[in-house]
């Protein structure tokens, strides 16, 4: 028996009501049960929101209980060490995460089946390789320069190394899944389970009477994250339905030429995204970092719907590149835009209007954030006005005009916050990330235009084909 949003619309909601649901609600069954690319495309991004909803409570309650449990200096600290962790992890993969999203579908589409055998084999060992360099590099950095870094940070850093492997893997087997329209598999790894098993481990800590300190919290991620990634791989194993005999071939110089570009703007992107909080750490107390972290994952509520669009669309979005259906490529980017920009606005009210208990829940002195999601949600959301843009220019090839743009707004942003934050303090910080995210909305849908000539904004209801010969 196949789901049907009609038919519960039908039966659980008043008359009224449910005859003004039931044209989007036929949308919606439109999108389960079709067997083409944007149905299978809308159906990941659905299961990502989906899965990003569960992950926003799940994360969002272990942060309130974490704040509440270690209060906010130590708290603080461990944001700090974590979201460090998290980008190192991701740019560790040096990108093949990404192009393995953009070579499957096509290797796939040409029959190139020994090709597809060394990319998922071959890039999982890369990038264990790879990142278990950059956890020997930050223990040396540590080592190195251990008196020019707060007594407090230095063995939880130490610490929350250790997890560099395991994130990085997670994040390659995610691209792969992705690769293959495996969405559960991509996503409730990192964003259910991970999650959870944090909470279940920061339990058992409590339970044994442990200190309730940054350190035993980075433990608790430690055996979290080697656990899920375990977990992800077991599963993707047991997923794969299709054998490839194919003798395996590696074309290791064409997936670096294509994974470096896309390592420079998933790296640049990841340090802009979380530059504010970085900066707030190198400026300002632990205290001053957990209340402005308190602010982002709030804001998070509003970011999850452009991570899970981004999230469905880049394996349709390779494929249609690669078919070279340009009608079809246009219809879909205007598609994207609008599954992006119209949630967001809704969940960004949403979130202006409860942003205050949202707040209290960390604590009374955590409320102080709440002016400041007045303009990050404003940002967002003009943000969420061009769609995943950058996942379009990597996927048709244009990886290094992406690269160019969040080089600059790196640039911009890391510079904005460190002439505002020590004079406005918070506010600097919001101030900076508000400009750098409306500044990169601008360039990305203008670059978008002027390199395929589409028109990737959501005032802009048509768009045209002219430059599309570019690929």
């Given at each position: ?43 990941m991004s659905l299961i990502a929101f989906s899965l990003r909803i ?199 110089r064409d997936w670096v030429a294509v994974s470096l570009p896309i ?147 790196l640039a911009l942003n890391v510079t904005l916050n460190m002439l ?52």
């Amino acid at each position: 028996m196949r789901f049907s949003a009609a038919t519960t619309a039908e039966r659980f909601l008043p008359e009224r009501l449910a005859a003004r649901a039931h044209p989007f609600a036929q949308r919606l069954d439109a999108m389960l049960a079709s067997a083409n690319g944007n149905g299978q495309a809308g159906r990941m991004s659905l299961i990502a929101f989906s899965l990003r909803i569960i992950n926003a409570v799940i994360a969002f309650a272990s942060q309130v209980l974490l704040a509440r449990y270690m209060g906010g200096f130590e708290y603080g600290i461990f944001v700090l060490v974590w979201v460090t962790v998290i980008i190192l992890g991701n740019i560790s993969c040096l990108g093949f995460h990404t192009s393995v999203i953009r070579f499957i579908p096509e290797y796939r589409a040409k029959n190139m089946l020994g090709e597809l055998r060394g990319m998922v084999n071959a890039s999982r060992i890369f990038v264990l390789l790879s990142s278990t360099a950059f956890m020997a590099i930050g223990w040396l950095g540590l080592w190195l320069f251990e008196t020019q870094i707060e007594r407090y940070y230095i063995l939880p850093f130490y610490l929350g190394l250790i997890c560099l492997p395991m994130i990085a893997l997670g994040d390659q087997l995610q691209g792969i899944a992705r690769a293959n329209a495996w969405p559960l598999l991509a996503l409730a790894p990192t964003y259910v389970l991970r999650p959870v098993l944090l909470l279940l481990f920061l339990f058992a800590i409590h339970i044994a009477g442990y200190e309730p300190d940054a350190e035993n919290a980075v433990l608790a991620a430690i055996l979290a994250t080697w656990l899920t990634t375990i977990a992800q791989a077991i599963g993707m194993r047991m997923q794969r339905t299709e054998k490839i005999t194919a003798p395996q071939k590696l074309r290791l110089r064409d997936w670096v030429a294509v994974s470096l570009p896309i390592f420079l703007v998933e790296s640049i992107f990841f340090l802009q995204t979380n530059a504010d909080v970085l900066m707030v750490g190198r400026y300002m107390q632990p205290t001053d970092v957990a209340i402005y972290y308190a602010a982002v994952k709030t804001l998070a509520l509003v970011h999850f719907v452009y991570f899970a669009v981004k999230a469905g669309v880049a394996q349709r979005f390779a494929t249609l590149i690669h078919a070279g259906d340009r009608e079809a490529l246009s219809a879909f980017v205007r598609q994207s835009v609008n599954w992006t920009f119209w949630p967001s606005l809704a969940m960004g009210l949403v979130v202006l209007a409860l942003g205050q208990p949202i707040l209290m829940l960390f604590g009374e002195e955590f409320t102080q954030a709440y002016p400041l999601l007045l303009l990050l949600v404003a940002a967002v959301v003009a943000r969420a006005s061009v769609g995943p843009a950058e996942s379009l220019l990597t996927m048709s090839g244009q990886q290094n005009a992406c690269a160019a743009i969040y080089a600059f707004m790196l640039a911009l942003n890391v510079t904005l916050n460190m002439l505002l934050i020590p004079h406005l303090g918070l506010w600097g910080a919001a101030i900076a990330t508000s400009i750098a995210m409306t500044c990169e909305a601008l360039l990305l849908a203008y670059t978008v235009h002027r390199k395929l000539g589409l028109a990737m904004h959501v005032s802009r209801a048509r768009s045209s084909t002219r430059g599309m010969e570019k690929w």
